[in-house]
C-alpha cells in the first residue's frame, strides 16, 4: 500500500509525531493508516516504560475557572527540561487537560486520567506525547475549588498557580488578584486557624513544648508558651490572618472588610514547582 503527503500530515495531526516519524510509521505500516497510528502510540509506551524511571520535575502548573466562576481547576504537567516546558505545543496540551477537567468537573487525578480527549483517555495521550516529545511526561496533580466566585493567578513562567474562592459572587477584580497573588507568594497552610488540620496543631505545639523546654522554660508553663507559638503560627500561615503584603499594617481578613464587611474566602489552592 503507497501512502500520501495528506496521509502524514493526517497523522501528524492526530498524534502531535515529527514528520519524519509519521512518514517513518507509514513506510512500516506498508501505507496502512491505522496500524501506523497504532506504531506511533506503541513508541510513545516503549519510549515511556525506558523513561519510567527519570525525574520529571519540570513543567507546567496552569489554573482556570468555567465561564460563570463558579468552578477552577488547577493542574500540573511534569516534563524533564525546562526547554520542553516552555514549548508552545506542550503548554497548550496541558491546557487541553485542563479544560476536559473543568467541562467534566472532575473530583479526582485519577478521573482526569480516565476522561476521554480526542478519542483516547488523558492518560494514554500522556504516554504517547512521551514518545512524540522524547521525554518522561507525567500528570501529576489535580485539584479544584467550588465557590460562588472563584479566582485563577498564574505567576509568569507557569510554575506556580493558585485558586481562590469567595463566598459572593460580586468580588472586585483587583481585590480578588490580590488575593490571589497573596496566596501565591506567602503559601498559607488554611484558610484560617478552624481549617488547620488538626494534626499540624498539634505537630506544632509539640515542636513548641520542645523548643521551650530545651530553652530551659518551665514545665509547669510550657503549654502556655506553647499556644502562644501556635498563635503566631495561625496568624503567619492562615490566609485570613496573614499580614496583607502591601499594606503591613492590615491582615487579608481587614482588606476583604475594607472593600466589603461580609467577603471572605471559603478555600484556595496552591501549587508550585520547586526548581
Do not use: W
Amino acid at each position: 500500500m503507497s501512502f500520501t503527503t495528506a496521509d502524514v500530515v493526517k497523522l501528524r495531526k492526530l498524534t502531535g509525531a515529527g514528520m519524519m516519524d509519521c512518514k517513518g510509521a507509514l513506510a512500516e505500516a506498508e501505507g496502512d493508516f491505522d496500524r501506523a497510528l497504532e506504531i506511533i502510540r506503541e513508541k510513545g509506551k516503549l519510549v515511556a516504560s525506558k523513561r519510567a524511571d527519570r525525574e520529571a520535575s519540570e513543567g507546567v502548573v496552569l489554573a482556570k475557572v468555567t465561564a460563570d466562576n463558579k468552578l477552577g481547576g488547577l493542574v500540573v504537567l511534569n516534563c524533564e527540561t525546562d526547554f520542553v516546558a516552555k514549548n508552545e505545543n506542550f503548554i497548550a496540551f496541558a491546557e487541553s487537560i485542563l479544560d476536559k477537567a473543568l467541562e467534566n468537573n472532575v473530583d479526582s487525578l485519577d478521573a482526569l486520567k480516565a476522561v476521554d480527549l480526542d478519542g483516547r483517555t488523558i492518560e494514554a495521550q500522556v504516554t504517547e506525547q512521551t514518545g512524540v516529545i522524547g521525554e518522561k511526561i507525567e500528570l501529576s496533580h489535580y485539584s479544584k475549588v467550588d465557590a460562588d466566585k472563584v479566582v485563577p493567578y498564574i505567576h509568569p513562567g507557569n510554575k506556580l498557580a493558585t485558586l481562590v474562592g469567595f463566598n459572593k459572587e460580586e468580588v472586585d477584580a483587583e481585590v480578588a488578584k490580590d488575593v490571589a497573588m497573596q496566596v501565591a507568594a506567602m503559601a498559607p497552610v488554611a484558610v484560617d486557624k478552624d481549617s488547620v488540620p488538626q494534626e499540624v496543631v498539634d505537630q506544632e505545639l509539640k515542636v513548641a513544648k520542645e523548643k521551650f523546654r530545651l530553652e530551659g522554660k518551665p514545665e509547669a508553663m510550657l503549654d502556655k508558651i506553647a499556644q502562644g507559638s501556635l498563635n503566631k503560627f495561625f496568624k503567619e500561615n492562615t490566609l485570613l490572618n496573614q499580614t496583607y503584603v502591601k499594606d503591613g499594617k492590615i491582615s487579608i481578613k481587614d482588606f476583604l472588610a475594607q472593600n466589603d464587611k461580609d467577603l471572605t474566602v471559603t478555600s484556595f489552592e496552591r501549587y508550585t514547582l520547586n526548581v
